[in-house]
């Protein structure tokens, strides 16, 4: 059984810093490319950044520079990290590879204030 928790969201002042995790079960993760993804209220889910089997990143205009995605394949977990937060930022947050293919999991919350 496929199965993706994420977690690490949370109420965070404007310029302050999360962490997100997402732990993978039921696949063989080492061998799949990984996207996190966010789904702000009353839009669309949109990819925030993916990292491959090597390690290689990519990042929307958005974030650029300010979130850093990771992977460890020995935890089968990747990660987030998000600095400078921005109002906009705001959202739930979801793992999944990429691109996405496996069910959605429960997402975690980010919430930034002005």
């Known amino acids: 059984q496929v199965q993706l928790v994420e977690s690490g969201g949370g109420l965070v002042q404007a310029g302050g810093s999360l962490r997100l995790s997402c732990t993978v079960s039921?696949?063989?993760?080492?061998?799949?490319?990984m996207g996190w993804y966010r789904q702000a209220p009353g839009k669309q889910r949109e990819l925030v950044t993916f990292?491959?089997?090597?390690?290689?990143?990519n990042y929307a205009d958005s974030v650029k520079g300010r979130f850093t995605i990771s992977r460890d394949n020995a935890r089968d977990t990747v990660y987030l990290q998000m600095n400078s937060l921005k109002p906009e930022d705001t959202a739930v947050y979801y793992c999944?590879?990429?691109?996405?293919?496996?069910?959605w999991g429960q997402g975690t919350q980010v919430t930034v204030s002005s």
């Open positions: 990292i491959t089997v090597t390690s290689m990143t």
């Open positions: 999944n590879t990429y691109p996405s293919g496996i069910d």
């Open positions: 039921g696949i063989i993760f080492g061998i799949r490319h």
